[in-house]
Every structure is written in C-alpha cells, then in structure tokens.
C-alpha cells in the first residue's frame, strides 16, 4: 500500500510534543505524493500543519484503531511503534487501572503507588494452571508459565525483574515468590516458603535505603534461587548478593538516608537492651546525617526494627548473635563520629584517648583501645629488608576511616546472607529450580560513578540475553510455522560490552591503573582517551578532561572518574583488621577470617545441587598481597556466573516502570515513562517485532473476524484457510505483507490496522444503506399515515356539518310547536283562574251566613250546660274540703307514729347484735325480710280493708249530712248567715282537700324521680363496670400480644444466631475432619514411601506434569529433627505390622480427641439454646399463669356478684311490681284514702334501709366466697401434687421453696399435664374410632335395612309365584356367605392347629433332649447344651432379618462384600444392599450379646471402605456408591438403636429388629466422619472433572451461533503448552446427568444430592467469575448475552431434574449480575443507579473491575468512561463490602446427613448369589 492510500482523511497520526511526547491529530486533507506539508487538526480542534521532509520521506506515525487500543499485549497492535505502545500504557493505566500488559514476552509493570486487591490467594489459585495469554496479564501469569515449564520440560527457569529505583521490582519479586510458596508448598512440614517470605525484612533493613527516587530502594542485587523436588514441592533456597552499595554507609546525598538498620536501631536506642550501645539520635551521628531528614513519611522505623528482630527469630538466629550484630552496627555509627586532630597542616594527626566514641567503637566490638587509636592513625609499610611505620595525612585518615567503616558493614552483611541461606538450606536433593533475580535497572544521574558504570554494565550484559532470547523466540516461531523468513536485524550490544570487559578494555585498564603505586584517576581517564578513542561507544566530553562517556543501548552516560581507583581498590590496611581478628567477641573476630576454604566459582563441581554460598563479593584478604583482586574483577566473576546460571535457565522478564517521580497513585508522565521504556529493552521488543510479522491470526479467528469483507461464492466453501488465502490475496496484492503458516497467518505492521479499515468500511457502507432504506420506509409510512388522517379528518367535518343542517331544522320545527302549545296552554290557565275566582266568592258568602246562624244557637246551648256545671261545681267544691281536712289529720297522725317506729328500727339496725346477727346468715335475713315484705302486704290488705270499711262509713255520713243539710235547709231556708258559715267551711275544707292532693302528688314525682336516679344510676355504673372490664381485656391482650412478640422476635433472633453459630461449628468441624482425612493420606502416603524406599534402592521419577495446589500453610511448622522422629514412629509402625494397626480402632478414636471436644462444645452451646428456649418458655408460661389465676379470680368473683345482683335484681322486680300493682288496686278504689299513701310511703322507706343493708352485707359475703374459693384450690393443686408423686420425700419442705424449684414443679405438672393430656386424646382417638365403627356398622345396617325394605316394596309389586322365587334366591344368596365365612374361619383355625402341632413337636424333642442330656457326663452335657443352643438358634422359623457368619469368615465378608465388590454387581437389587447386609450381621452379634464381634465387624468395615475409596480415589461411581451405603449404614443404625426419636415412622415389624444389648454411638460418630470424608472426596472427584470445562463451556461456548463475529481481536500467546481442547456446554450438562443419575441410582438421599449440586454450582459460578473477572477479552456485550444463555440452560437443567429447592440456582446469582452489567447501559447517571440496584450480589471491586475491563466489540461501540466508573464508586461507598476481589472456589458448604428411614423390614431382604455370600446363614 502506498502512502496516498494510508495517509487519507480522517486518518489520526501521531506528532511529536515536548510535553506529551507524542500528541494526536487528525487529517483534514488527503495527502499526495510530493506534498511539503500535511494539513492536520489536533484534539483540542486547532489546525495544524506538519512539514514532511522530501529527502527523507518521514511521514508521522499512524495511530491504531480505537478497537485495538487498550490491548493486554503491546505485540498485538497493528501499528508498532513508540507512541502506539505509550498510549496503549496510558490508556490502560489511567482508565483501566491495568499495571500489568505484555509486550511479547516480557511483562511491564507500572507502580501503582497504591495498594491493590489483585494479590489474594484466590487470584493465585485462579491463575494456577493457566496459559499465560488466556488470563490478563499479571506477576502470577509469569510465574505460573516458569512454573508450568519447570514441571513440564523439566528446565530450570528464572525470572529477571529490573528496573529503576522506585519502579516497584522488589515488590513484583516478592509476588513471585509468594506465588511458587502458595502453589509448590513445602514438601516437608518445615515451611521454607515462610522463611523465604521471612527473610525479605531483614535484607529490607540491611541492604534498602531512601533515596531521591525512591523511599525503600534494593542498593544491591539479588537472585533467590527456590529448590524443588520430584513432585515440585519447594524444599529450600539460596539467595546471591551483587555490589552491595558499600558508599553509602559514609556518605549520603541531599535527601537520602544510609541503610534502614542504622535508623531503626537508633529509634530504639532507649530499649533497656540497647543501654550498652550508647546511641541516642540518628541526627548525632554523622554517617546517618548527611542527607539532611532521616525520617520517612508514614514510616516508623521502630515498629520496623520489631518486624526486623522477628524475622531474625524466625530464621533461627540467636538472641546473642542478634545482639553482636546491632553491637557492630552502633559501632560503625561511633567510627563515624571519631574526631581526629590534625598537625603540621594535616600531614600527620592524632585521635584522642578521651574520645567517648572510640572508646564505645573499641568496647562494642571488643579490641583494644590503645592499638586502634594507634593504628587509625599510622600504616605499615613492609620491604624485602625491614618494616616501617609511618603517619598518615588528615585525608588518608578519614579514608581509611571510611574504608574500614564500609568493610565492616559489607563483612556484617555477607554474614547474614550466609545465616539466611543456611535457614533456607536444606539436605533433600534439588532436582529443579526457579530463579528470581531482582537487580538494578539502568541508571544515570547528574554524576555518576563507580557503583553505576556497574550498574550499567550489568544491564548491558542482561540486555544482551534478553535480546538473543527475543530473537530465537520470534524465530521458533517462524520455524514452527513453516513460513519462509529472513535474518531479523537486531541491536547488539556485544561492542559495548567488549568496550567494558574485553582485553584492555575499560575494567583491565582501571585493574592496571589500581596496581601502579602512583596511580591516579586522571591518568587512568588520561589511557582511556587513547586507547578507545576510536570505538563507537566511547566519547570524551569537550569540557572536562576527567570525565568520559559510554554509549549504552539505553542511553549515552558520561562518568566521572574521581574516585573510580580508590572504590576499585576498596584498600583496608592489614593492621587495622588484625585488631578486630584479636576481637574477644567471637563473632566479630570470625567476621573478618581468611576463608581458606573457600572454593572459587569456577572449580565448583557440577553435580553439587546447590551453587556455593556466597556473596558477590569473596571474604576480604591482605591489602599488601599482590593477588587480591579488585572490586572491579570480583563483579565481573559474579556477573559471568549469573550469566551462565541464567543460559541455562529459561528466562522469563518482568520490566518495571515508574510512572512519576513524586510517588503519587495513578498518575502517569509520558517523559519519565518514555525514558525507561527505552531503557529497559521493550521499544527494542517492538522494534523486533514489527521487523518480521508482529500480528498472528489463526485462521479460524480471522475467517470469524472478517467473513464480512467475503463474498457468497467464497463463503460456500468448506476449506476456511482456503477462503482465508484468497480473501487476503484478493485486498492485500503485496504478497509479502503477509504470509500462511500451518495454523496461523502472520502479518506485517499495519496490515490489521488496514484490514480493520477496510472492514470498517463495509459496515460504514452497509450502515448507510440499512439508513437509507429504513429512512426512505419511516418516510413512505408517514405519508401514507397523513394520507389516511386527512381523509379520515374530511369524512369526520362533512358529517359534522350535514349533522350541524339537520339539527338546525329539526330545532326550528321543534320551536314552531312549543309557541303553540305555549299560547294554548296560556289561554286555557286565564280562564280556569276567573272560573276558579267566582266560585271561591260564591262559597265563601254562603258559608258566612250560615255560620252567623249556628254561632247563634250555640251560645245559647253554653250558656245553659255552665250553669249545670257551676251549681254542681259548688255542691262538689263543699264535699272535698270536708274531705281533706279529715284526711290531713289521719295523715299527720299516722306520719308521727311511723317516724316514731322507724327511729327505733333505725336505732336496733346500728346495735352490735343486730350485726351479729346479721353476719350470722345474710340468706336468714334476706328469708326474714321477705317474710316482713309478706307481712307488710298483709299488714296492707288489712289497711285496704279498713280503709274501704271507713269509706264506706265515711260516705253513709255523708249521705247523713247531706240529708240533715236539705232538712235543714228546707227548715231554715231563710236562715241566709249559717248557710254563708256552711259555704266558707266548704271552701277551706275543698282547699285543705286540693293541698293535700298537691303534697300527694309531689311525694309521688319525688318518688319517681327517686326511682329514675337509682335505675340511672345502676345503669351508669353497669355500663362503667362493663367499659372498665373491656380496658381491662384490651390492656391484657396487648401486653400479651407486645410480650408474644417481643419474645418471638427475641426468640428468632437467637434462634438465628444459634444456628448461625452452629454453622460455623459445623464447618470448622468439617474442616477438621478434612484435616485428619488429609493427615491420615499423608500418613499413608509416608508409608508407602517408606515401604518403597526399603524395598527399592536408589530413587524413582516422579512423572507428574500438574502442579499441585494444595498448600500445607496451614499445618505447624517442624524443624527436621521433627521429621527424623516421624520416620521413627513410621518404621515401628511397619515393625509392628501393617494389618494390627489398620484394625485397631481405638488409635483411630484417639486421634480424634479433638473432633469429639468440639463435638462436646457443640453439644454444650445446644444445650444452652434449649436451657435458654425453656427459661423463656418457662417465664411466659409463668406470666400466663399468673394472668389467668388473676383472671381466673376476677372472673369468679364477678360471676358471683353478677349472679347476686341477678337474683336480688329480679327479687327487688318482682316486689316493685306487686307493689304497684297493690297500689294501684287500691287507688282506683279510693283515691282519697289517706291511710294508702301512709302506708305507701312507711314501705319504701323501709324497703329503702332494707336494699342498703342487703348490698352492704352482699358485698362481704362475695369477698368472703372468693376467698374461700382460692383456698380451695389451693389445697386442690396440693392434693394433685401429692398425687403425682406420693412416694416423693421433700426433706426442704418446711424451707421457702426458691424459683428454680419451682419452676421444675411446675415444669413436672406440664409434663404430667401432657401425658394425662396425651393419654385423654389417645382416649378420644379410641373412643372417636370405635363411635366411626359403630356409625360405619349403622350406615351399613341401614344400607341393607333399605335394600330390603326396596326388595320388600318390589316383591310386594309383584304376582305371589314370583314373590316365592325372588325370596328363595335371596335365601340362597345368604347362605352361600355365611358358608364362605364359616370356610374362612375354618381355615384360619386349621392353620392355627398345625402352628400348635409344629410347636408342640419341638417343646416335646427339647424335652427328650432334656432327659437324655440327664444321664451323659458334665462335660458331654455342657457340650451338648451348647450344641444344643445353637441348634435352637438355627430352628426352622420365619427370617428374622438377622444373618450369621463365623469369626474366620469376616476378611471373606469384607473381601465380597465391600474391597471386590462393585456397584454394578448390585445394580438391579435393592438400593444400599451393601449397608443392610452389614445391619444384618450386626444386629445378629448383638443378639448374641458379643461386643467383640461388632467391635471388629465395624472396624473392618471401615477400614475396608477407607481402602477402596484410597483404591479409587478418582471414581465418582464408587465412591458415591459407598457414600449412599455409609449413610444408609448410619440411618439403620439410627433407626434401630432404640431411641424414641428415630423410631417415630418405624412400624412394628421394624420396631421388633432393633438392637438389644449395644450402644453405637461411638460408631455412629465414626460412620458420620467417614460420610464427610466420603463425601468431601466426592465433592473433590467431581470439581476435578468439571473444572477444566467450566471456563470454556460456560464462558467461550457459543451456544448462541452468530455472535462469534463481533468477538473482540484475539491475543498472542507465548505459553508453548499443548492446545486446550474445547469443551461445550451440552457436554458439561452430559457429565451433570451423569453425576445425578449415577447418585439417584445408587440409591443416596435426595437431601445430599441437592448439598452436591449445590456445591457444584457454587463452583461452577466461582471459577466462571474469577475468570470474568480477570480477562479482558470476555468482558464485552456479545459475551454477556451468550454467558446468560449458558446460565439460562443450567437453571433449565436444575428445574428438570427437580433441585430448585437445593440452592443451586441461588449460587448463580453473582455471574448472573455479572451478565447482566455487560448488557446494560452504561452513560448516564440513571444507568448508574441501576447497576448499583440491580448487582447487590457483586461487590464494589468487582462492579468497577468489571466496568474498567468492558472492551468494545467494534468501533460503533464507545468505551465506559472514567467519570461513569466514579459515578458508580460513590454511589456504592455506602456498601459494607469485602476488599477481596475474587470468590474462593475452594470454599465447601457444611455437609448436613439429615435422617432418613427407610421402610424396608431386613427380613424381606434377598442376598444375591453373585455376592459370594454362602457362608452366611439366615437366622
């Protein structure tokens, strides 16, 4: 392609910028060949125009397509250069959040300066076993793939991690370590991958320090060599020391610090140990000063120094070696303060005596104070003839000062990494190894010096390898493929390294220089401008005539050579040395010894397992001896060993890059990032690269990818790579742009890049057209949808008007006929009004005339009748004053009197005897006052009749009076004054009479309203009485309600808790139980070693190619003396024989003393749940009681009052109601009685004091009834006490009885209440049953009794011929049953008769036996009594369900039956034939009472499952078909022990096969641990087959066809493993039935096989997700669709085998959320607050993890935003989530055997011949 093509418009480039590096721009013009200038607009819209150079035709960078961006592996863009691959960086560090990314081979890792959960065992376990480019990149992968080929092709393999200062490669090293110790760990007990961890602290403080660039920086090089064996079990370590900064001990730059020791210890220096070392602050000491601040923020160096101290512990060095070792280290910081006095301008000088810091210097290290002081100062210069001594200078002084500052720290610091390494050693033979190497990456500073020419010449060498190695890779790749290829030009180094280590090279001539006694640094720069003058790689600086520079391959470094001879030469003079040596502490006169066994790198025989423990640098010898070699030389041997060491090991790179230089999280500087890149070596990878063909496809990824850009007739092919081939060479005609190897197709740079432009394009033209032909029929039905509305618009206002029309005339008609009919009716109302006037006058004149004339008449008629009235009125008026005023007397009279008799009444009412005899008997008095009411009636009677009597009387004189008064007036008719007197008495006699009808009259409304109060007065106080008792309901019923329910909450609170406890009982007990499991494997797994090492000489190869991820972190560390003592036990254990400790089973029950303590424990929290249930329960019964005892009082004591009041209410009616009926007898006879109203009044009075006294006297003797009534039940509850348990002694009776006590009374009378309870409903049953019995027999009877009376009614319909015959078969039919009966009763009594003759038989032969057993000798008589028992043993009767065997046939019972037998033996026989087969013989050793037998039954048992299991420990058939017969075993052990509670569905033939004699709770226990065993493998076997198909079947399936073309650009991967095969979906839900129908089969609990599947699920969403979570090239739209199709099959799969119920589908939930976040939208602010609703099963970190790894499938897709993926983070702060980011798949749910009986009775067992099983004997 030319570049017109390339170069067109819209095509983004890249530009170079001073601040970003590289910017992006846009074309805005197509360019053409020949243009000065490319017209461009960058991002922030502004144009600009980028001038091309002609001559050199350099055209910018092209940038890739978004849809690569972002891309794991640089390798994989299609446009390969320098701004492509720091783009790719940014975008995935900033966005993503990504540290890690490939380019090719090497892994760059980006400091995060932040702490992220990417690091947790389970990403360990989730990158475990996986190839290196199908998991996102990460420090796990690369050691994954070292491990995996260490194991495989059997290689050693190393790791280089470099870097710069601060770029984060210690912490990578320590990941990588930590890896190998979680997935190798330790084939011993010993945990050297903890002590390996270990060390990391202590080397921390010895060998890191701060610097510029970094807070904790390695000053030295490291390679940590970690051991393996046969099965790749860690078993040791060594670490390699390179170039330990020994400058930095005494001097420090501007902000840096010297080595952490010296800080930490002075931080501790007021520690009551560390008085001695007379440190105070690091501030006063020179040597920890010079850099200015020597603390670090966020850093306490005394909380360090507590770590470091611990670590040395842990590595096993000794409290008094730790404290010589802090004793050196304060020493050197005295040194470093001695003040040295200066004479004769400083050509000779002195140290004082007095000086404190030399006499700590000399007593911390144990010399002599007076040699040190004299040879600080002075040398020894030795000659062929004599010796001198001379002074030294002020400045040779302070270096020697210096110099033996430093070799004290460096000898301190090789004798701790002997210490580690001789920790981490060990005796075991290596056979591979892994190697971490953590150096220093390329270095250069504004000076720069000795320590980084060796920095960078180490660099070079390593870059070298990495180089060579890149290449052969791309090579074998070319090769492997078959493709034809050309010799790949890349940078090699080699001259430059020449220029460093050659001969003459730059370290000779300084090694030369160093040997000449007037060597100076000048003359040694001085050679090298003239000998390398000349060389490519070698400058001299214009300005400086000291200096000179070196052209690496990172970049070119100028180096000063002042103080290069002095550290080259590292001079110690002898003298000063052979002080320490004379040292009286051992160890530091140790420290500095010749090595004279020290064995060189080169003479090491290879063989040896381990390189020699050393340090790069050898022990230090003699300064005057002439072969001591510089430092120079030493670092060029160390480095030419690591070299070899690494071409002999693969290699494996991580490169470690700083994103800034002021520490701060996440923020990346393009300048800074450039610059290590370049210097690193992976812009050297790209260039590699994209020099052959950097971009891989297979081919059917890309016929997948790009099938769009075919046509039909290619796409009808079969042959994908043919299609493939002509498709490229159809778009691409340079041929060698591309070319086919035998699986892949390789592109040159940029191809993929114009591929994807090209595919863009056609979806960009399809696009178009799919919118122009949408458009255009969005358009066609918008007209046709306006045509169909205007004609219908039309329609509609056309029949509006013609509708308009026809209301308008049928308005106007309407209007015509109302005008009519209104004047019409106007016409008719006028005239009916006039007519309606006149006759209205007419009436009314007529009317008035007549009423004038009858108003007349009756006038006249009034006028007579007043006059009759008045003249009566007077004669009347006259009678009735007589009357009253006789009347008025009696009444006063008769008042006086009965005031008179109700005083005194009153007075005997209030005596004390009257009360007495009152309280004697309240009924007497209430029979006396009835009788008195009597009385009073009678007494009333009598007054009615002598009142009548009066009248009668009174009216005859009257009648007298009136007759003397006309006799009189008749006599004396004139006498006008006496007739006057005789009116006026009249008068007053009528006034005095009306008086006392008015007084009358007021007594009686006083009365009434006396009356009224009282009835509203009871009426008030009932319904008040009635509201109180209603309160009184309500109050109680809500405190029972609110404490009902504050109970049951408490209650189920608890109950939650309790069980949520139980739980975690349970699986910690699981646990344990899975711990013994795997030490008992262990155990035999060491016996087995045992036995073949005693039996096979030499060693065997272990050909295992997996590694294993079981980690034994958890079990507690021994030393090796520990495992020396356990090959002991091992040997006597085989001495006394493999079979007697198999068999034993108390050792078995003795090494779970712990299970059965926890077991305990458990018990002991149940115990307190049901103590704590019953206390409540108690306190609420209680609280019950006592409400309804109080209840129970107030009730009687209302009934009876209400009863009382009842009873006198009607009473007291009754009585009023004769009353009134008396008085008003009486006063319709005579109303003017006087002597009635008296008498009436005198009544109720009395009646009144009568009421008062009986209300009173009611009142007590109700209180006094309830009362008598609580003693009564009182003493009931006594008696009933007493005769629940009547022989009970209560020796504390007489004591107050305490609340304990009486609740376990009261717990006894619940108890005693329910079995009468119990025994009452049993009662009922029987008597309800017997009544069903008897009612069943009367519908029965009545049936027949209606069948005959409708045959009786049909006979009687019919002649008397037919009525005969009818009758004589109804008597025929009835004889013939009652014969069947009387058969049937026959033949029951006929088998009864032989039962009887046959027992009647063996009684009569026992008796025979009996009498002749008489006569023989004793001991023929006891051996035929036991013959004879076993003779009665075997009588013939019916099976009991029992089966007998003989001592010597249990191996032969176990060998059928459990080691050889197999499931499909037993496949068509009873399901757990096995386990009642077991029952059985069991049950009959408990018959027989022989606990031997069932001992050793059962512990053959079970160690013959153990056997098989061990056998076919990768058979899910059998061992699923041993965990059904265990848990049947167990069940029939429940179910037949004898206990209530699992006897409850047991029927009574099974109730008669349950164990007699034994008690096997023990073993039940046993056969329970043995189920979880069984069952934890099966869980294992199954995980086992499921697990390599979870990802690929679940995750990478395409059950959705189709979907496969918008999959996103695939990865290149470098891991040489074997292809994966592919699993599907239909295959893994093939191996699901399987395992269902195999467990359903076999007969084992539906509970269990839910608990199986449900754990299976769990693992399945587990792995599924951790996968999910950890590749970016799943998480994308087509893959959610397609993963919630898979899920959506599973769930399918779970409803039809009927386990919804199992929780299975629960489990799926998180990888349900999961796809559904892939599928939702993700932009606005409402999209974000329905992925926080919708995924509350996902954690915050897997939300956002998620989010950051969603890859867009093409380019119309756009990516999530970083200002999305925040809006969700503070949406979800409020979330209590775990940190950790993925889901253990590890993790097992607690097992549950829930009891399940069976119905099947042992004696309808068969035993199938094919079992083998003649021997045992039906009993």
Known sequence: MSAAQLYTKYTRVWIPD????????????????????????????????????????????????????????????????????????????????????????????????????????????????????????????????????????????????????????????????????????????????????????????????????????????????????????????NMRTYLLEKSRVVFQAEDERNYHIFYQLCASSSLPEFKDLGLTCAEDFFYTSQGGDTSIDGVDDADVFEKTRHAFTLLGVKESHQMTIFRIIAAILHLGNLKIQGERDGEVCHVSSEDEHLKNFCSLLGVEHSQMQHWLC?????????????????????????????????????WIVQH????????????????????????????????????????????????????????????????????????????????????????????????????????????????????????????SNTSFIILHFADKVEYQSEGFLEKNRDTVYEEQINILKASKYQM??????????????????????????????????????????????????????????????????????????????????????????????????????????????????????????????????????????????????????????????????????????????????????????????????????????????????????????????????????????????RMRRAFLRVRSATLTIQAFARGMFVRRIYHQMLMEHKATILQRYA???????????????????????????????????????????????????????????????????????????????????????????????????????????????????????????????????????????????LKKRISDLEEENALLKQ???????????????????????????????????????????????????????????????????????????????????????????????????????????????????????????????LEVERKKLQAQLEKKEQESKKSQVIEIKTEVTSEHEDFAYNSLKRQELESENKKLKNELNELRKAIADHATENNSSNDVQDGYSLLLNQLKSANEELEVRKEEVLILRSQIMKAAQQKEAEKNMESISPSASWPNSDRHVDQEDAIEAYQGMCETNRLLEAQLQDQRREHEEEMEALKNQVDLMQEELEKQQQAFLQTLQLSPEVQVEFGLQQEITRLTNENLDLKELLEKLEKNEKKLKKQLKIYMKKVQDFEASQTMVPVERRLHERNMQVAVQRKEKDFQGMLEYYKEDEPLLIRNLI??????????????????????????????????????????????????????????????????????????????????????????KQNEHCLKNFDLTEYRQVLGHLSIQIYQQLIKIAQGILHPMIVPAVLENESIQGLSSVKPVGYRKYSSSVGDICYSLDEMIHHLNTFHSIMCDQGLDPEIIQQVFKQLFYMINAITLNNLLLRKDVCSWSTGMQLRFNISQLEEWLRGKNLQQSGAAQTLEPLIQAAQLLQLKKKTSEDAEAICSLCTSLTTHQIVKILNLYTPVNEFEERVTVAFIRNIQTQLQERNDPTHLLIDFKYMFPVLFPFNPSAITMDSIHLPASLNLDFLNKV
């Open 420 to 543: 580690v390494n001789k920790a981490l050693h060990t005796t075991v033979k290596q056979h591979s190894f892994i190697g971490v190497l953590d150096i220093y990456g390329f270095e250069t500073f504004e000076v720069n010096s000795f320590e980084q020419f060796c920095i960078n010449y180490a660099n070079e060498k390593l870059q070298q390898q990495f180089n060579s190695h890149v290449f052969k890779l791309e090579q074998e790749e070319y090769m492997k493929e078959a493709i034809p290829w050309t010799l790949i030009d890349f940078y090699d180094n080699q001259p430059c390294i020449d220029l460093i280590e050659a001969k003459l090279g730059i370290l000779d001539l300084l090694d030369e220089e160093c040997k000449v006694p007037k060597g100076t640094d000048q003359n040694w720069a001085q050679k090298l401008y003239d000998r390398h003058a000349t060389s490519q790689h070698f400058q001299k600086p214009r300005m």
């Open 588 to 825: 530091v006169a140790d420290l500095f010894q010749e090595e004279k066994d020290a064995v060189p790198a080169s003479a090491m025989p290879k063989r040896a397992p381990w390189i020699n423990v050393r340090s790069a640098k050898p022990a230090f010898k003699a300064a005057n001896k002439e072969h001591r070699k510089t430092v120079g030389h030493q670092f060029r041997n160390s480095l030419q060993l690591l070299m070899e060491t690494l071409n002999t090991t693969t290699p494996h790179y991580v490169r470690c890059i700083k994103p800034n230089d002021e520490k701060l999280p996440f923020k990346f500087d393009p300048k800074r990032a450039v610059q290590q890149l370049r210097a690193c070596g992976v812009l050297e990878t790209i260039r590699i690269s994209a020099a052959g063909f950097p971009s891989r496809w297979s081919y059917p990824d890309f016929f997948n990818r790009y099938r769009v850009l075919m046509n039909k007739r290619d796409l009808s092919k079969k042959d994908k790579k043919q299609i493939c081939q002509s498709l490229l060479e159809d778009l691409i005609k340079d041929p060698d742009k591309f070319q086919f190897g035998r699986t892949k197709i390789f592109f040159r740079s940029g191809q993929v890049a114009y591929l994807e432009k090209l595919r863009a394009d056609k979806f960009r033209a399809a696009t178009i057209m799919i919118q122009k032909t949408v458009r255009g029929w969005l358009e066609r039905t918008r007209f046709r949808r306006l045509r169909r509305a205007t004609l219908t618009l039309q329609c509609y206002t056309r029949g509006h008007l013609a509708r308009r029309l026809f209301e308008h005339l049928r308005r106007t008609r309407a209007a015509i006929i109302l005008q009519k009919q209104y004047r019409m009716l």
């Open 18 to 237: 001073p601040d970003e590096v590289w910017r992006s721009a846009e074309i805005i013009k197509d360019y053409k060949v020949g243009d000065k200038s490319l017209q461009l607009k960058l991002e922030d819209e502004t144009l600009y125009e980028y001038p091309i150079d002609l001559q050199g035709s350099e055209l910018p960078f092209l940038r890739n397509p978004d849809i690569l961006v972002g891309q794991n592996d640089l390798t994989a863009l299609s446009y390969l250069h320098e701004p492509a691959v720091l783009h790719n960086l940014k975008v995935r560090f900033l966005e993503s959040n990504h540290i890690y990314t490939y380019c090719g081979i090497v892994l760059v890792a980006i400091n995060p300066y932040e702490q992220l959960p990417i690091y947790e065992q389970d990403v360990i376990y989730a990158y475990s076993g996986q190839n290196m480019g199908d998991m996102d990149p990460h420090i796990f992968a690369v050691a994954e793939e070292a491990y995996k080929q260490m194991a495989r092709d059997e290689k050693n393999q190393s790791i280089i991690v470099s870097g710069e200062s601060g770029a984060g490669k210690t912490v990578s090293a320590k990941y990588a370590m930590r890896f190998f110790a979680t997935v190798g760990g330790s084939a011993s007990e010993t945990n050297i991958e903890a002590k390996v961890l270990a060390s990391s602290p202590i080397m921390e403080a010895i060998g890191n320090a701060k610097t510029t660039r970094n807070d904790n920086s390695s000053r030295f090089g490291k390679y940590i060599q970690i051991g393996f064996d046969k099965r790749y079990h860690i078993i040791g370590a």
């Open 378 to 414: 002075h040398r020894k210069l030795v000659t062929t003839a004599e010796t001198y001594v001379k002074s030294m200078t002020l400045h040779q002084v302070v270096n020697a000062r210096n110099a033996l500052a430093k070799h004290i720290y460096a000898q301190l610091f090789n």
């Open 1459 to 1548: 080691t050889d037998l197999k499931p499909q033996a037993v496949s068509a026989t009873v399901p757990c034939l096995p386990a009642y087969i077991l029952y059985m013989c069991i049950r009959h050793a408990d018959y027989i009472n022989d606990d031997q037998k069932v001992h050793s039954l059962l512990t053959s048992t079970i160690n013959g499952v153990k056997k098989v299991l061990k056998k076919h420990q990768d058979d899910f058939e059998m061992t699923s078909f041993w965990l059904a017969n265990m848990c049947r075993l167990l069940h029939c052990l429940k179910q037949y022990s004898g206990e209530e509670c699992f006897m409850t569905q047991n029927t009574a």
């Open 1031 to 1157: 309160e009184k309901e309500e109050l109680n019923s809500k405190i029972l309600c609110q404490s009902e329910d504050e109970f049951a909450r408490n209650t189920v609170e608890e109950n939650m808790q309790m069980r949520k406890e139980l739980e975690e009982e349970r699986s910690r007990y699981q646990n344990l139980v899975k711990e013994y499991a795997s030490l008992e494997q262990r155990y035999d797994n060491l016996r087995d070693e045992m036995t073949i090492f005693k039996h096979t000489p030499g060693h065997r190869r272990n050909p295992s190619n997996q590694s294993s991820l079981e980690s034994d972190s958890n079990n507690p560390s021994i030393c090796t003396s520990e495992i020396g003592d356990t090959e002991d036990v091992i040997q006597q254990v085989e001495e006394i024989g493999m079979e007697k400790a198999a068999m034993d089973m108390t050792l078995f029950l003795k090494l779970q003393k712990r299970v059965r303590e």
């Open 871 to 1013: 003249r009566g009125w007077l004669a009347r008026a006259r009678f009735r004053r007589t009357r009253a005023a006789a009347v008025v007397l009696q009444s006063h009279w008769r008042r006086l009197k009965a005031r008179r008799q109700l005083q005194a009444l009153r007075i005997e009412a209030r005596s004390v005897q009257h009360l007495k005899k009152l309280n004697i008997g309240m009924e007497n008095k209430v029979v006396q006052l009835q009788r008195k009411v009597d009385e009073q009636n009678k007494e009333n009677k009598l007054l009615n009749e002598q009142l009548s009597m009066l009248t009668s009387a009174h009216s005859s004189e009257v009648g007298k009076l009136k007759k003397e008064l006309q006799q009189y007036q008749q006599t004396q008719q004139g006498d006008g004054k006496q007739l006057l007197s005789l009116q006026e008495e009249t008068e007053r006699l009528q006034r005095e009479l009306k008086r006392a009808q008015g007084e009358r009259e007021v007594m009686e409304d006083s009365h009434s309203k006396e009356r009224d109060l």
